[in-house]
C-alpha cells in the first residue's frame, strides 16, 4: 500500500488486520497440511478402506462332493430341498426390522415366531444358539424342510413377504444305506466361524462367509477336496446395500466326491451287531458289582488285514448326522454335548481309550522272544504269582504247569507275563533303572505303535498310553501335589494308593512291570490301534496307517486320485515267532477262550486267529476286547462296562465275519450272500459323465445268518464250555 | 431518484458509448476486484459440480431428476450475483442507512422461525419453509446483519472524526446489539451458525480498534460460557456426541461417527488426483450423508483429489487474501470493519466445514461458502462479496 490515508485505519487497527491475515492463513494452511495427511500420506490405506465399503459379496455355493462307499453307494451327498431364507438386509430396513413379516412366515411355516426370529439373530459372544453365525449379507435359511405348498403361499403372497425366499436348493443329506448311519465317521458340517475366515484369508483355500466346513470325521478330514470352490459375484453396492454395478464374477466349481473303504452293507451289519451286543450285555447279570452290566459304549473296526483300509468302523453311543443339516436346534445340539448325552459324537474307535486286557499279549509275548526267552521253552504258569507280600493271581485262578509262550497266550495265563515282566523289571536295575535299561516289555510296545497315534484320515484320534519310565515321571509331576495331599498311609483304597504314588510315583515299581505285561494298570489303547496291530499280524508285519478314503475323483469323474496306503511300521518279529503267535491265535479260535464262539467255522477254509480280553477298570465294570483276524480282515471290537471279551463281544464279531464270508452260523459257505469275501480293490466305476453308478444296499437281516435247520442239523453248537476258559 | 454511490459515473463524459463507460479507466468494472469476483465465481461452479455428483443417484433427494440439484445451485448462484449486483449498485454506504431496518427485519425473521412456520432439519430448528420447495434459512443472513449493524456503530464516531478508537459504551452497545440475534440462534439450536457469529463479533472488534479488554473479555467469556454449558448440561446429548465422534469416530461408529469416518475414508480415497468426477465410489455409493450441503468438500477430496480439493482452499485463499487488502485499504473504519467481519465469517466458516470433513473439527451443519448447496448462504455469501467489492470500488482510485 503505497498511500494509507488518514481516516479510519490507526496503527492499532492496521497491526490487528495483519494480525487476521496471519490467522486466517494459518488456518488455511493447516486444512492443507492435513488434506496432504490424508490424501497423499495415507491415500492407500483410506482407498482400500473405501473398496471394502462398497463391495459386497454375493456367493453362489458350490455343490459339496459325496462321500461314497467302496462300491459308489453313497454315504454322504446332497438332496434337493425347499430352502426357505430371509435377507436380513432387508428386513432389518423395516420398521419393525421385519418382525410382522417373520411372524406371518412363521404362521405358514408353523412354527413358533420366536424361533424364526432366534434363527436369524447374529450370533455374538452374548447370544445362545440358535444363531447365525455367517455373513448377514447372506440369506438365512430358516427351514430347509418346506412343503411345496409353503413354499408356494409364499412365493404367490411375495408382496406379504418381502425379503423372504423360498427356493430349491442342494442341502447335504446323509442317506444311511442300508441303515448304516456311519455317523462319527462321515461328521459333520457347520457354517464358517469369522476366526476361520480370518485364519484361512491368505492360504490357498480360502473361506467364504456362506461355507459349511466340514467338522469331524471324513467331512473335516476331506473338507478342502469336498467344498469346491463357491462362485462369487461381487457387486458394487451403495450405502443401503443397493447394488450400483457388478465388478467381477467367479463361476461356481463343484466339490470332488471322495470314495472310500467302507462297505455300507458290512458297516450295516458292523453297527447293528455292536449295538445288539450292547443290548444283549445289559441283559447279562455282573456277579462282580451285582447289576447287569452297564454297556455304556462300544466300538467295532473291521480293517482290511493287507492294506489297512477300513471297511467299517462303528461307535455307540451314535447319532443321525441328518440333525446338523441346516443349523442344528438347540434340543438336538444339548443331546448330542449334554452332560447326560454319553458324548454320541465321540468316535469310540479312535477316540476311545481303554486299559486293553489280555488282547495285550501279543506284545509281551514278542517282547519275550526279543528279550531272549525261547518262545516254545517251559514257563511255568501257577495260579498265582507273589512279589514280598504282593499276590498277583491268575485272572482264571487256576495253573496250567509248564507251558510254552503260545500255550500261555491260547489260555491266557498271566502268571507267565508276571514272571517275565518281574525279571526283566529286576534286570533293569528295578527301582534303581540302569543306565542302559533295555525295558523290554516297554520297547516293544512303543514298536508296535502304542503310544502313539495310528495316522488313520480321521481327525482327532487319540494316542493311548504306554506307561513307562519317562511316562511315570512326567505323570507324577504332574499330580504329586494332589496325591501328596489326599494321601494317608492305611486310609481308603484310593487314600493309601494316593499315598503311595506321593513317595514314589514316579518310579517303576515292580507291581507296575507285572500288571503293564498283561494289558492292566495304567496302559491305555484305542481300538483302531489294536486293529492295526492284529491287521500286521495277519500281513506279514507292515503297520499300515489305518485308512477310510481311498480315492479323490473329481465331479466331472476324468481325475481320479488315489489314496495310497501308507505304512508306519514293522512289527519287531522275526517269521519264526510270527507263525509261532500265529498258531497260538488259531488256538485260542479253535480250543481257547475264544473257541466256544467259532463253534462249526470253517477254520481250514478260513483260518480264524484270535484273542480274547477283559480289562479290569477300577470302580468300573469290566471292558470287553475281541481282537480277531483272517488273511483277508482283522475285526476288532470293544464293550465299556459289557463283561468279558467272549462273552460280550463274540457273537458279534462271528456274526460280522459271517456277513462278510457269506457263511450261517454253522459253518457253511454261501458266495451268494457274502458281502465281501475279498477285499473290495478297485474303485466304482465312473461313468463318462462323472456320474458314479451305486448298487442299492438293502438293511442287515440277522436272521437270515442262521443255519437252516433242516438242512444242517448239527447247527449251533454246544454252550459255552467250562468257566474257566470264559474268564481271560 | 438519485444515483446510489456507486455509479457516480456521470461525472464523467455522460455521452459515452456504454461498451465505452464500463471499459473506461475509472469504469465500475475496471474498479471491481476481480481475483475475488472470479473466484467466487469458480468456487460456485466448481460447487454446483460436486453438488450434481453428489445427488445424481440420490432419487429420494432429486425427485429422479439428476439433473435437479445442478440446476437449482446455479440458479442460487445466478440470484447470488444479482444480489452481489445489487449490493455494488446500492452501495456499502447506502446500506449503512439500512443498518436499523434490516436488523429488525432479520430479528423477525429469526423469531418466525421459532413459531410454527419454522422447520426442522438435522436437528435444527432454523428453517422456514415457504414452499414449492423452497426454504429459508434466516441465520445466514444474521451473519451479515450483525457485521453491519456492529460496524455501523463501532465506525460512526471515529470516522465522523470524534474519536480515535471506539468508546466502552459503543462496544457494549455493538455487543448487545450482536447477542440478540444470536441467542435466538442459539434456541433453534443452530450451533455452528452462532460459533460463526461469535468469531464474527471478534473479528468486527479487532478490526474496530476497540479496546484489547474488551477482545480478552469476549474470548474469556466464551471459554467460561463453554465450560458452563457442558458442566450444566445444557447441550443436548446428540450435540456432546456429535462434538466426541469428531476426536475420535469409533466411538460411535453407527452414529455421529459415522459421518466423520465415511467422510475421511471418501477424502483420504481420493489421493493426489482423485477418482474422477462421478467415478468416486464413497459418492456413488452415498455413504457420506449431507453430502450435497455440509460434506460436499468429501465429494472433492474424493472424486478430484489432493489437486481438486486443494484448489478449493487456493480460491479461498485468493478471496481472503483479497478481503484482508480491501479491510486494510478502505478510506472509513466502516468499510475495514465490514471488510473484516466477511473475512472472520468466510475464514472460521470454511475452516469448521473443512475440518470436520477432515477429521480435525467437531460435526456442525454449516455450508462451505460458495460450493455447499443451500440457497440461503449462497445468497448471503454473494451478498458479501457484494459489500467488500462496494467498499473497494468506492475507496479513491489512488491503489
Known sequence: MTNIPETGRTPRVQTRLVVIQILVFSLLLTLGGRLWYLQIRNGKEYTDEAKNNHVQQVVQPAVRGSILDARGVPLADNETRLVVSASRTELMRMKDDGKAVLTRLAGVLAMKPEDVINKIRLCDAKTPKPCWNGSPYQPIPVTDEATTQQALQIRERAEDFPGITAEPTAVRRYPAPGESRTSQVLGYLSPVTDQEIEKAKDGDSPYLRSDQVGRSGLERTYDKELRGKAGVTRYEVDNLGRVIGQAQSDPAVPGSNVVTSIDARVQAVAEWELHNAMVEARKTFDKNTNENYKADAGAVVVMEARTGRVVAMASQPDYDPNAWVGGISAKDYAALTGKNSNFPLLNRAIQGQAAPGSIFKVIPTTAAVNAGYEFNGRYPCPSSYSIGNQVFKNFESQGHGNITLGQALEVSCDTVYYALAHQQWQKDGGMKPKKDAKDWFYKTAHQFGLGATTGIDLPNEVSGRVPDRKWKQTFWEANKDYWCKIGKRGGSYVEQLSYENCLEGNLMRAGDSVNYSIGQGDTLVTPIQMATIYAAISNGGTLWNPSVGKAVVSPDGKTVTEIKPQAHGKLPMNAKTQSLIEEALAGVATRGTAAWRFGGWPQDKIPMHAKTGTAEVYGKQTTSWFATYTKDYAIVMTISQGGTGSGASGPAVRNIYDALYGLDDAGNQDLKRALLPKPQAALPKIAADGSIDAPTVKPYDPEAQKADPAKDGTAALAGPPAATWRRD | ?399
Open chain 2, 1 to 399: 431518484m438519485t444515483a446510489p454511490h456507486g455509479f457516480s459515473v456521470s461525472r464523467y463524459a455522460p455521452e459515452r458509448s456504454t461498451l465505452a463507460r464500463l471499459t473506461a479507466r475509472d469504469s465500475v468494472l475496471r474498479r471491481l476486484d476481480w481475483p475475488i469476483l472470479l473466484s467466487a465465481l469458480a468456487l460456485s461452479l466448481i460447487g454446483s459440480l460436486l453438488v450434481w455428483s453428489a445427488t445424481r443417484g440420490r432419487t429420494s433427494l432429486n425427485q429422479g431428476d439428476p439433473y435437479y440439484f445442478l440446476f437449482r445451485h446455479l440458479l442460487n448462484t445466478g440470484i447470488g450475483v444479482a444480489l452481489m449486483i445489487g449490493t455494488i449498485w446500492l452501495g456499502h454506504r447506502t446500506l449503512r442507512g439500512a443498518v436499523p431496518v434490516l436488523y429488525g427485519l432479520s430479528i423477525v425473521l429469526i423469531l418466525a422461525v421459532l413459531t410454527p412456520l419454522g422447520a426442522t432439519i438435522n436437528g435444527a430448528h432454523a428453517w422456514i419453509v415457504i414452499g414449492g420447495g423452497f426454504s429459508l434459512q434466516p441465520s445466514e443472513f444474521v451473519k451479515i446483519t450483525i457485521i453491519l449493524v456492529a460496524a455501523m456503530l463501532l465506525a460512526a464516531k471515529v470516522d465522523a472524526g470524534d474519536q480515535i478508537h471506539p468508546d466502552h459504551g459503543t462496544v457494549a452497545k455493538a455487543l448487545v446489539l450482536a447477542a440478540l440475534p444470536m441467542g435466538i440462534v442459539m434456541l433453534m439450536p443452530d450451533l455452528g451458525s452462532v460459533m460463526v457469529m461469535i468469531v464474527i463479533v471478534l473479528g468486527v472488534l479487532l478490526a474496530s480498534g476497540a479496546s484489547n479488554r474488551w477482545i480478552l473479555g469476549l474470548i474469556g467469556a466464551g471459554v467460561l460460557g463453554a465450560v458452563l454449558v457442558t458442566a450444566l448440561g445444557m447441550l443436548d446429548e446428540y450435540q456432546i456426541n456429535r462434538f466426541a465422534a469428531f476426536a475420535n469416530p469409533d466411538l460411535d461408529p453407527s452414529g455421529v461417527g459415522y459421518n466423520t469416518n465415511q467422510a475421511r475414508i471418501a477424502i483420504g480415497s481420493g489421493g493426489r488426483f482423485g477418482a474422477g468426477l462421478f467415478n468416486g465410489s464413497q459418492t456413488t455409493g452415498q455413504f457420506v450423508p449431507e453430502q450435497q450441503t455440509d460434506f460436499v468438500f468429501t465429494v472433492a477430496g474424493e472424486e478430484l483429489g489432493f489437486v481438486g480439493a486443494g484448489l478449493i482452499l487456493v480460491l479461498l485463499g485468493v478471496i481472503l487474501w483479497r478481503a484482508c487488502r480491501i479491510a486494510r485499504s478502505s478510506t472509513e473504519l466502516y468499510g475495514t470493519i465490514v471488510a473484516a467481519g466477511i473475512v472472520s465469517w468466510f475464514a472460521f466458516q470454511s475452516f469448521e466445514n473443512i475440518g470436520m470433513t477432515l477429521g480435525i473439527m467437531p460435526v456442525a451443519g454449516l455450508p462451505l461458502p460458495f460450493v455447499s448447496y443451500g440457497g440461503s448462504s449462497m445468497f448471503a455469501v454473494w451478498v458479501a462479496i457484494g459489500l467488500l467489492q462496494s467498499i473497494r470500488v468506492q475507496r479513491p482510485m489512488t491503489a
